[in-house]
């Protein structure tokens, strides 16, 4: 992907192509929330606009082509994962609903069994049931969405919270995956790729680990997916969670991916209306997946929006995608250790990382880089980034962190670095090359 095609993507973006030419902003926040394309607002705005109806409910035609169209993007979202099966497909409020889907169902298969609780009915969920004693192991690097659901499932069960530590720079290994994973071990939890440290975890290896132990792999994709292509079957993952907002769809919709055989014995955590087949005063029958998990009216035109998403993505090429995000991670990584002064988090190689840089401005406040970048035009994330942990264990409280996408440009790249030079002088933190 060259320039004059980036320039071309841009133009497909009403964000980039309303943003004046002079002084334009330089969005490098994709890892927060990404910008969306016409094509997605279109489809979102179309679906409002002409097919609006309320899915899977009454026998109106109407009501049968949103379902159609409903469907049909889970089917496209399916596709672009390369899943065997749309039923593999659950939707989600975003990647936090679907880790807290898998966290709670565990805890209701638990409970079941705890309590002798016949009327659940899931066949199979018991598989799930944890012991006290039983461990969930997770890493210090994880985003606060994949380690709260966890802390609480620990608590209410009575298993074991166990992590693997960081290391110096803010990553891990699979050797220390090795020697943390025990007999014990029942959920393997850990991000794809870090939205701290960008740092890419060797999934494939990861779950051949687990594996061998019998523990369960569920992955937090939230900044794989948007930028690498990424197939959960050939992986291997149990299960695996994303947002539609950072892969250039709409908020209010993620995807929980399980493999079939787990995800038709998870328990729903959530319960009501259109995810049942049979109710009683006393008891309800569960649809099978993906229906199960998703009681309530669904989100259907983030649906829709979000098949469209992945329609541009796939149209770009993934491929095509990842190649063009890593010579803009070479570039910055270039950039942030030819400037003294600057501590990065994560791998040195950009080899080993995906979409993103944090970095600690020795003597600066991250919130008064912040608002000196954003007063440069030059948006970026400050603060823990939903990652206290991680934080902690590297001695420090903020970080600040840049983000690319495949509408990224070399000049916004270069705005960071200048003006993160630009708010070391101004701050009288700056540090002779
Ligand atoms: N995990 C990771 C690695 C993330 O970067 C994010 C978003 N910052 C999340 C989980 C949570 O995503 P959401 O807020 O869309 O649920």
């Known amino acids: 992907i060259d320039q004059s095609e980036v320039s071309q993507l841009r133009a497909a973006f009403p964000y980039f192509a309303g943003l004046p030419q002079s002084g334009a902003v330089a969005y490098l926040d994709a890892a927060a929330t990404s910008q969306r394309p016409a094509s997605v607002l279109d489809a979102e705005r179309a679906f409002l606009e002409r097919a609006n109806a309320a ?57 079941a069994v705890r309590t002798g609780d016949a ?35 620990a608590a209410k069960t009575g298993a074991t919270l166990r992590w693997i530590p960081a290391r110096e720079d803010g990553t891990w290994t699979l050797d220390d995956a090795r020697q943390a994973l025990t007999p014990r071990t029942r959920i393997f939890a850990f991000a794809h790729v870090s939205n701290v440290t960008g740092m890419l975890a060797p999934v494939a290896d990861l779950v051949a680990l687990a594996r061998e132990v019998g523990a369960i792999t ?28 950072k892969m250039l769809g709409p908020n209010g919709i993620g995807v929980l991916y399980g493999r079939a055989e787990l995800l038709s014995a998870l ?20 649809m099978p997946p993906p229906m199960r998990f998703e009681a309530g009216t669904q989100p259907v035109s983030q649906a829709v929006g979000l098949g469209a998403a992945t329609e541009f993505l796939t149209a770009v090429g993934m491929q095509r995608t990842a ?29 080993e990382r995906v979409a993103l840089a944090s970095v600690v401005v020795e003597g600066v406040h ?33 970080s600040t962190r840049a983000s690319v996408h495949v509408t990224t440009t070399e000049d916004e790249v270069d705005r960071f670095v200048d003006a993160v030079r630009g708010a070391q002088r101004y701050f009288g933190a700056e540090v002779a090359r």
């Open 55 to 111: 899915v899977h409910r009454g026998t109106s035609q109407a009501v049968g082509s949103a379902t159609e169209q409903f469907e049909r993007a889970r089917a496209l979202v399916a596709d672009f994962l390369g899943a065997p099966s749309s039923d593999q497909i659950v939707w989600a409020e975003n990647a936090t609903d679907a880790l807290n889907l898998v966290a709670l169902g565990i805890a209701e298969a638990t409970a």
């Open 323 to 351: 190649a063009r995000e890593h010579e803009l991670v070479e570039r910055l990584i270039a950039g942030i250790t030819s400037t003294p002064g600057l501590r990065l988090l994560g791998p040195a190689d950009p080899a």
């Open 119 to 153: 009327s659940l009915g899931v066949d199979g969920s018991e598989r799930f049931a944890l012991e006290a004693g039983d461990e969930i192991l997770i890493t210090e690097a994880e985003h606060h969405a994949n380690l709260i659901p966890w802390q609480r499932l």
């Open 366 to 398: 991250a919130h008064d880089v912040g608002q000196f970048l954003d007063e440069q035009g030059v948006l970026v994330r400050v603060g823990h980034h939903c990652a206290q942990p991680l934080h902690r264990a590297l001695g420090i409280t903020s």
């Open 218 to 245: 569920v992955l937090d994709a939230c900044q794989s997916v948007p930028h690498l292509p990424v197939d959960f079957a050939e992986l291997g993952v149990d299960f695996a969670a994303f947002s539609g907002h």
């Open 267 to 286: 328990p729903p955590a959530r319960t009501g209306g259109s995810a049942i087949t049979r109710v009683t005063m006393e008891r309800a029958e569960f």
